[in-house]
């Protein structure tokens, strides 16, 4: 499978529009190949709403028991193994942010999502939106596994003109104003991720992380070539635990995400804003790219759960 935390942590931590990285080759060639023999058929999938694709949930047992025997060892192995590691280098990778919003009292993290996703030239369209309806996600990760030759379906990640929100900026009231899911006024495409297989996008989740796809059609997709297949990709969300919610904002998760889903803005959800800006901003001013060895310390020592309560062992992985 070759060395995953090295190529993680060897690519660029970028922080306009917020902090993402793209990584190349995040798995070996060949272990991508496996990925590809290895992906069950379309009919295992669900279709989701909204999102523009189907997905396969793999992240309990359970989940896996309707698939053929190697697949289901096969993906078995990739939640316990591939998995991990791109789950502690990017833990790695976004160190210093995830230590000033949560600090020493952090001593675990939770695997939330762990999906297959496939689209079709039909059903593709996944518009700018957000995930603070979850404040306690840490970072989203996409691995791109093959688009019939495409590159055109990649990700998209926003800024508004130029600018991203500060504590002072008249843009909170309209990022507290909008759902989450939906797109606010002047947000504009600012950095474009192409899909490559094997590229891994990661991207750090904070109240302005607004991501998706811009609509292509299909004389797009043609004009790239002839071949169109399926475009495949595999998603995960990692998150703080939920407790975190209760101690930042003094109400419980399911109190908050209500809010953030309709896009309540009042001087309580507005001071939120201001108070994760402040935190990131303060963030900002000291990021280097070089990780301290204070920091891989912080790393190692996290944990990972897996909400599904599936058990892992990670001892091996944390030797970042
Ligand atoms: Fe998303």
Redesign the pocket.
């Known amino acids: 499978m070759g060395p995953v935390i090295p190529r993680i942590l060897s690519s660029e931590l970028h922080t306009h529009p917020f902090p993402y990285f793209a990584s190349d080759n995040v798995v070996s060639s060949a272990y991508l190949d496996e990925i590809k023999s290895n992906w069950p058929a379309l009919e295992k999938f669900t279709k989701t709403d909204g999102y523009g694709y189907y997905v396969l949930p793999i992240d309990a047992p359970h989940l896996l028991q309707n698939l053929q025997p190697a697949q289901s060892v096969f993906w078995e192995e990739f939640s316990n193994n591939a998995m991990l590691q791109i789950v502690y280098g990017s833990l790695a990778k976004y160190a210093e942010f995830i230590f000033d919003r949560y600090g020493p009292e952090l001593d675990r993290v939770e695997i939330v999502n762990l999906f297959l996703c496939e689209s079709d030239d039909e059903f593709y369209a996944?518009g700018a939106?957000n995930?603070s309806h979850d404040p306690t996600w840490l970072f989203?990760n996409l691995v791109y596994i093959n688009d019939g030759g495409s590159s055109i379906r990649g990700s998209q990640l926003y800024d508004f003109d130029g600018d991203i929100p500060n504590t002072e900026s008249p843009l909170l009231d309209v990022l507290a104003g909008t759902p989450c899911g939906n797109r606010p006024d002047g947000l504009s495409p600012a950095r474009y991720i192409d899909f490559v297989p094997g590229r891994m996008i990661s991207f750090f989740e904070t109240p302005f992380s607004y991501?998706?796809s811009e609509p292509v059609t299909k004389e797009d997709l043609v004009k790239q070539g002839p071949a169109r297949k399926p475009r495949r990709m595999i998603r995960m969300h990692v998150r703080a635990p939920l407790e975190f919610c209760e101690k930042f904002y003094n109400i419980g998760i399911d109190e908050y995400r209500p809010k953030k889903l309709s896009g309540e803005a009042n001087a309580t959800t507005i001071g939120w804003l201001r108070d994760d800006l402040s935190c990131y901003q303060r963030s900002l001013e000291k990021s280097s790219s070089d990780l301290s060895p204070g920091m891989l310390d912080y790393i190692s020592s996290l944990d990972i759960k897996w909400v599904t309560g599936r058990e892992r062992d990670i001892s091996r992985y944390r030797d970042l």
Do not use: D, K, P, Y
């Open positions: 996944a939106h995930h989203t991501h998706g």
